[in-house]
């Protein structure tokens, strides 16, 4: 029988919980629903999460815990971070490296009561400590990953990731000035790649939806209808209908823009006239390539709800307003943070969002260095997640963190995104980054 912590572990790994954040709300209904024979109590689920969370106060079962030396959950086994009040990701095993290293070494960080994932890498950068990461990698075998577990439990056959390319190059070890050719050689590629093939062809697909600057600025139905789709561009739905396009209507047998339409679920005004219960039901009634289109499963929010809390953020809370007058970074978290208090958007979308309207589209003429706090969130979306796995091994544990810094650092951080534009758009493109 699986602990606890097992369910918890397999109901994020079922919300996807290993490429974005997820409301701790719903990682624990998910979990209930796993215990089919109730063996524990709903007010146990959340400590428990919290147990396993690595940066969360409450991980302290007592003060002991935050001595060096001293056995803990959280030590030992850890699964979580917390990324913002109430949402959680499952560490990835970059993400355990550094904190291993980080333990091992008895560095602060790893004791306080809070703290940002980043705040953890850049504190064993500080200690020189990346460089000896591999060292850890004996030391974590123990820990095999929850997700094999489960697999195997399961009858699943589990295979590794296959590096990139296999010969010698994935053996050697690079000092810092190589680290730092690499990096920039690598940087500049995917800032090229970004602006001159990414952008064009992504433009031309905004324009067929109708998401061109005059519009979105003129008429607010544009942005209502980009949020609806953009609520709609994840799991289960892109999926089934093999990519974003028919989501978005730019092509496929089935196009949500028209089932939206045909349900007068289409404009503010249409918002407007309905309440959530009669959004749903509307919703409910018709499929999407086989999937019901109220609502991704049956612990995540209704779509009904999305559909409202944007009509209010955009009639009430002058949303369009706050994209148009986005200048600054601190505008651009404020911009974030409402965006994540929509139903079903959660910071990976978020971040896409912010990147469409602001940064590809350009609705206006903010510097691109101001989107260096929320672009990074877009590195957890599927393909660029699967193509910084590929580059992480083939180079050296951190690279993508490098990578990301050496954007920041050159002024166009969502450049990020032009890997996945290589992983889903031109392969062509991806020997380019491997030397």
């Given at each position: 029988?699986y602990?606890l912590?097992?369910?918890l572990?397999?109901?994020?790994?079922?919300?996807?919980?290993?490429y974005?954040?997820?409301?701790?709300c719903?990682?624990r209904k998910?979990?209930?629903?796993?215990?089919?024979?109730?063996k524990?109590?709903?007010?146990?689920?959340?400590?428990?999460?919290?147990y396993?969370?690595?940066?969360?106060k409450?991980?302290f079962?007592?003060?002991?815990?935050?001595?060096?030396?001293?056995?803990?959950?959280w030590k030992?086994?850890?699964?979580?971070?917390?990324t913002?009040?109430?949402?959680?990701?499952?560490?990835?095993e970059?993400d355990?490296?550094?904190?291993?290293l980080?333990?091992?070494?008895?560095l602060?960080i790893?004791?306080?009561?809070?703290y940002?994932?980043?705040t953890?890498y850049s504190?064993v950068?500080?200690?020189?400590?990346?460089n000896?990461i591999?060292?850890i990698?004996?030391?974590?075998?123990?820990y095999?990953?929850?997700k094999?577990?489960?697999?195997a439990?399961k009858?699943?056959?589990?295979?590794?990731a296959?590096?990139?390319?296999?010969?010698?190059?994935e053996?050697?070890?690079?000092?810092?000035?190589?680290k730092?050719?690499?990096l920039?050689?690598?940087?500049?590629l995917?800032?090229e790649i970004?602006?001159?093939?990414?952008?064009p062809?992504?433009?031309?697909y905004?324009?067929?939806?109708?998401?061109?600057v005059?519009n979105?600025?003129n008429n607010?139905n544009?942005?209502f209808r980009l949020l609806?789709?953009a609520?709609?561009d994840?799991?289960?739905y892109?999926g089934?209908?093999?990519?974003?396009e028919?989501?978005?209507?730019i092509s496929?047998?089935q196009?949500l823009?028209?089932?939206?339409?045909?349900?007068?679920?289409f404009?503010l005004?249409?918002?407007?006239?309905?309440?959530?219960v009669?959004?749903s039901?509307?919703?409910s009634?018709v499929?999407f390539y086989?999937?019901?289109?109220?609502?991704k499963n049956?612990?995540c929010?209704?779509?009904?709800?999305?559909f409202?809390?944007?009509?209010?953020?955009?009639?009430?809370?002058?949303?369009?307003?706050?994209?148009i007058?986005?200048?600054?970074r601190?505008?651009?978290?404020?911009?974030?943070?409402n965006?994540i208090?929509?139903?079903?958007?959660g910071?990976?979308?978020?971040?896409?969002?912010?990147?469409?309207?602001?940064r590809?589209?350009?609705i206006?003429n903010?510097n691109?260095?101001?989107?260096c706090?929320?672009?990074?969130?877009?590195?957890?979306?599927?393909?660029?997640n699967?193509?910084?796995k590929e580059?992480?091994n083939y180079y050296?544990?951190?690279?993508?963190?490098r990578?990301?810094?050496?954007l920041v650092k050159n002024?166009?951080?969502?450049a990020?995104d032009?890997?996945?534009?290589i992983d889903?758009?031109?392969?062509?493109?991806k020997?380019d980054?491997?030397f």
């Amino acid at each position: 029988m699986y602990r606890l912590i097992d369910l918890l572990v397999e109901a994020a790994i079922s919300l996807n919980a290993e490429y974005q954040t997820v409301q701790l709300c719903n990682i624990r209904k998910k979990a209930i629903s796993l215990d089919k024979e109730h063996k524990y109590k709903e007010s146990s689920y959340d400590a428990e999460l919290n147990y396993h969370t690595i940066n969360m106060k409450s991980r302290f079962f007592s003060i002991k815990e935050k001595t060096p030396g001293v056995s803990a959950q959280w030590k030992r086994e850890p699964y979580f971070c917390r990324t913002s009040p109430r949402f959680y990701k499952l560490l990835s095993e970059e993400d355990k490296r550094f904190f291993y290293l980080a333990l091992n070494n008895d560095l602060d960080i790893v004791y306080k009561d809070e703290y940002p994932l980043e705040t953890l890498y850049s504190s064993v950068k500080s200690a020189n400590l990346n460089n000896s990461i591999e060292e850890i990698d004996s030391k974590n075998n123990e820990y095999q990953s929850h997700k094999e577990i489960i697999k195997a439990e399961k009858n699943f056959e589990y295979k590794p990731a296959i590096k990139a390319f296999n010969h010698e190059h994935e053996l050697r070890k690079y000092n810092e000035e190589e680290k730092d050719i690499i990096l920039s050689k690598i940087g500049k590629l995917l800032i090229e790649i970004y602006n001159n093939n990414k952008i064009p062809r992504y433009l031309e697909y905004h324009h067929k939806c109708g998401f061109t600057v005059n519009n979105l600025i003129n008429n607010p139905n544009y942005l209502f209808r980009l949020l609806v789709f953009a609520a709609y561009d994840q799991g289960p739905y892109t999926g089934a209908a093999k990519g974003w396009e028919s989501i978005w209507g730019i092509s496929g047998s089935q196009k949500l823009p028209e089932i939206l339409a045909n349900l007068g679920l289409f404009s503010l005004e249409d918002i407007k006239k309905h309440s959530i219960v009669s959004i749903s039901e509307k919703l409910s009634k018709v499929t999407f390539y086989n999937y019901h289109i109220d609502k991704k499963n049956s612990v995540c929010p209704e779509y009904a709800k999305t559909f409202k809390t944007i009509y209010r953020k955009i009639t009430e809370d002058s949303l369009l307003n706050k994209f148009i007058k986005t200048d600054s970074r601190d505008k651009v978290m404020d911009l974030f943070g409402n965006l994540i208090q929509i139903e079903n958007i959660g910071e990976t979308i978020a971040s896409k969002i912010i990147m469409y309207v602001l940064r590809e589209i350009r609705i206006n003429n903010i510097n691109n260095g101001c989107f260096c706090d929320v672009a990074k969130k877009v590195m957890g979306e599927f393909h660029n997640n699967r193509f910084i796995k590929e580059l992480d091994n083939y180079y050296f544990y951190g690279f993508s963190q490098r990578l990301y810094e050496e954007l920041v650092k050159n002024g166009d951080p969502y450049a990020i995104d032009a890997l996945y534009y290589i992983d889903r758009d031109d392969k062509s493109l991806k020997k380019d980054l491997f030397f």
